[in-house]
């Protein structure tokens, strides 16, 4: 009978000491919880109870390059010089992807491709900023070494034009000697290529005027950096300097609209007998992409087939 009694008492006394037990344990979690913590999981962040100082939380990381999302294509307008010289080197040629979105300045591009992980354009080397990441070209960075030795393929002349009446300017004259000086020369090898590294140097001529010179967005920059310094020479000298793309320039230089007209393209035949036309650099078209897309490299055959609309994927990119 004592024993029976004894065997009672601890089985009461199991079943108490598994029920506080069961009290202490924390509750078990609903499916609405489960999810949440897996979303906090997913976002790359634990609950803030699980946080300690030796592990502190950390920042979710950036979404994840889809290579499966659809190629946004922006390009220049047709008579843009950077379109011409891409189109001609790349074979492209007049075959370009109808879905392409079309800027007709440098800046555009710049900044749609800064704004769009999956987009893809063209500018001028000249032009680049750390917004945007230029791939290199079937193993070639854009660099003024590779493009004055040509390894670089992508490269076009960086020219001024002007008519027949203009090219008697004093002025118009003066200032074209100062691009083509030693220190016009050293303006155009820091962002862009000298094409004379053995220019002499220039003599400020005191002359007095107003030039305007107008034309491609790509020479624009190099532009205003040498106007700054033939100012500084020439202080009397005022020099207006527009945009508008290669073609504008051209056009206007032709009819005498504008003193110089500037172009990022070669002129063509039926140009050339209106026009005299001097190289005052080399430059280089880089193909840019957004800093988040992790492709380094392109070939010449991979830009075709984007631009033409053959690949339409960046998966498509090996």
């Known amino acids: 009978m004592k024993k029976a009694i004894s065997l009672a008492l601890i089985a009461v006394l199991t079943l108490a000491l598994f029920a506080a037990c069961a009290d202490s344990s924390p509750p078990a979690s609903s499916p609405d919880d489960q999810s949440n913590l897996n979303l906090n999981r997913d976002a790359g962040s634990s609950p803030a109870a699980q946080n300690t100082p030796e592990d502190p939380p950390q920042a979710s990381p950036a979404p994840d390059f889809d290579a499966d999302r659809v190629i946004a294509v922006f390009t220049r307008e047709e008579g843009s010089g950077t379109r011409d010289a891409f189109v001609s080197v790349t074979g492209v040629g007049e075959d370009m992807y109808a879905e392409a979105v079309v800027e007709s300045e440098t800046n555009q591009i710049l900044t749609k491709v800064e704004e769009n992980p999956y ?38 002349p960086l020219l001024v034009c002007v008519n027949e009446e203009k090219a008697r300017d004093e002025l118009v004259q003066d200032f074209i000697a100062f691009m083509l000086s030693a220190q016009g020369q050293a303006i155009s090898a820091t962002k862009w290529t000298a094409i004379n590294a053995a220019a002499a140097d220039y003599t ?107 690949i339409t994927r960046w998966s498509g990119v090996n």
């Open 119 to 156: 987009a893809i354009g063209y500018i001028s080397v000249g032009s680049l900023s750390s917004s945007v990441k230029a791939l290199t070209l079937d193993g070639v960075a854009p660099s003024n070494a590779t493009i004055l030795d040509g390894s670089y393929t992508l490269q076009r």
């Open 204 to 310: 400020p001529s005191g002359l007095t005027g107003t030039l305007k010179v107008g034309g491609s967005t790509s020479v624009e920059p190099l532009m205003q950096s040498i106007r700054q310094a033939y100012i500084d020479l020439n202080p009397s000298v005022t020099i207006e300097i527009s945009g508008g793309g290669s073609g504008t320039g051209i056009s206007e230089a032709t009819s005498g609209v504008i003193d110089i007209g500037m172009s990022s393209r070669a002129l063509r035949d039926n140009e050339k007998e209106a026009l005299e036309d001097i190289n005052i650099a080399l430059d280089g078209v880089a193909v840019i992409v957004n800093p988040a897309n992790p492709i380094e490299n392109i070939t010449i055959e991979q830009i075709k087939a984007i631009f033409t609309g053959e």
